[in-house]
């Protein structure tokens, strides 16, 4: 991303003009789908205000008025994790009618039905009804049910011959904290927390370093490059034979950590910067990893190894 939070660069529309187009009429798009990401983020526009380092009141001037420039859309678009090229395919989307937020009762009907989620999930790579019907070996009463469910759920369009036209974005903005999030928390946890990373079939790579605040965002800048990578590559491959295809999971993640050494007697050795964040987060309730530690116990020794 061109600037971060805390470093506006104020821009004119030129500045992108093969991303935000230069008519008034069509920049009131980016900014409406601009507030409709927040609402799904659950983002008020205090926190946006807080990051812009601007007032409140001129974050809605932003919004309401002609102000709101490229540059100020790259800051609000670093608040939502996404860039202005997702930005504007998030536009293009909504120009479609397609939306890229679920609501709470979609999301909640998904969550409950697995099989439902999965035919969802497989319409939006691409398959057709007759596919998963034949890949799953499903009865066609159940097919076709699930379609139904999904029409009535307002995310498909169901057309004659079981064909369908999706109301959705392929790859939803799931609600933070919601119930589709949490699956799929479940299923990083199954598919990769048990994994052998020495089998030749899962390539790996582990890096810890110190690095700076500007470092840090921009290796969070690479994690969103290297989604958006495979999301390309996806669809790049969306019109192959099926055969010539197989489904991979990709986990890209960056961590805040504690560089604490285990030493052979089985003493903790406890760098100065990890006590204190330890202390700073026992005052404020929460570690230095998020969970609750004081640091009285983070400096325990630990348990002697069993050889």
């Given at each position: 991303?061109?600037?971060?939070?805390?470093?506006?660069?104020?821009?004119?529309?030129d500045?992108?003009?093969?991303?935000?187009?230069?008519?008034?009429?069509?920049?009131?798009?980016?900014?409406?789908?601009?507030?409709?990401?927040?609402?799904?983020?659950?983002?008020?526009?205090?926190?946006?205000?807080?990051?812009?380092?601007?007032s409140?009141?001129?974050?809605k001037?932003?919004?309401?008025?002609?102000?709101l420039?490229?540059?100020?859309?790259e800051?609000?678009?670093?608040?939502l994790?996404?860039?202005?090229?997702?930005?504007?395919?998030?536009?293009?989307?909504?120009?479609?009618?397609?939306?890229?937020?679920?609501?709470?009762?979609?999301?909640?009907?998904?969550?409950?039905?697995?099989?439902?989620?999965?035919v969802?999930?497989?319409?939006?790579?691409?398959?057709?009804?007759?596919?998963?019907?034949?890949?799953?070996?499903?009865?066609?009463?159940?097919?076709?049910?699930?379609?139904?469910?999904?029409?009535?759920?307002?995310?498909?369009?169901?057309l004659?011959?079981?064909?369908?036209r999706?109301?959705?974005?392929?790859?939803?903005?799931?609600?933070?904290?919601?119930?589709?999030?949490?699956?799929?928390?479940?299923?990083?946890?199954?598919?990769?927390?048990?994994?052998?990373?020495?089998?030749p079939?899962?390539?790996?790579a582990?890096?810890?370093a110190?690095?700076?605040?500007?470092?840090?965002?921009?290796?969070?800048?690479?994690?969103?490059?290297?989604v958006?990578?495979?999301?390309?590559?996806?669809?790049?491959?969306?019109?192959?034979?099926?055969?010539h295809?197989?489904?991979?999971a990709?986990?890209?993640?960056?961590?805040?950590?504690?560089?604490?050494?285990?030493?052979?007697?089985?003493?903790?050795l406890?760098?100065?910067?990890a006590?204190?964040?330890s202390?700073?987060?026992?005052?404020?309730?929460?570690?230095?990893?998020?969970?609750?530690?004081p640091?009285?116990?983070?400096?325990?020794?630990?348990?002697?190894?069993?050889?």
């Amino acid at each position: 991303m061109g600037n971060s939070i805390g470093g506006p660069k104020e821009a004119s529309l030129d500045d992108h003009a093969t991303l935000v187009p230069r008519a008034n009429s069509e920049t009131g798009a980016f900014k409406e789908t601009l507030k409709r990401l927040l609402r799904v983020q659950g983002i008020p526009y205090r926190k946006v205000a807080e990051a812009l380092g601007v007032s409140t009141v001129t974050v809605k001037r932003y919004f309401n008025t002609d102000r709101l420039t490229v540059g100020r859309m790259e800051e609000i678009c670093a608040l939502l994790d996404i860039s202005l090229t997702e930005l504007a395919e998030a536009v293009k989307a909504d120009d479609q009618g397609r939306q890229r937020g679920l609501t709470q009762y979609q999301e909640d009907a998904l969550a409950r039905d697995r099989l439902l989620a999965t035919v969802r999930f497989l319409l939006s790579n691409g398959w057709t009804a007759q596919e998963i019907q034949a890949e799953y070996d499903l009865d066609e009463a159940t097919l076709v049910g699930c379609l139904i469910a999904l029409e009535r759920l307002q995310l498909i369009d169901l057309l004659p011959g079981n064909k369908v036209r999706l109301l959705t974005a392929r790859d939803p903005d799931w609600r933070k904290g919601g119930p589709m999030r949490r699956i799929i928390d479940e299923m990083i946890k199954r598919d990769f927390m048990t994994l052998n990373f020495a089998e030749p079939d899962a390539p790996a790579a582990y890096q810890s370093a110190e690095l700076s605040k500007s470092s840090i965002a921009q290796v969070e800048e690479l994690v969103r490059h290297f989604v958006r990578t495979v999301r390309t590559l996806r669809d790049a491959d969306r019109h192959l034979p099926r055969e010539h295809k197989e489904w991979t999971a990709v986990v890209v993640a960056m961590k805040r950590i504690n560089w604490t050494v285990e030493l052979e007697d089985g003493r903790m050795l406890i760098p100065k910067s990890a006590r204190r964040r330890s202390i700073a987060g026992a005052v404020s309730g929460a570690g230095a990893d998020g969970v609750r530690a004081p640091a009285a116990v983070m400096q325990e020794p630990a348990r002697p190894r069993v050889n």
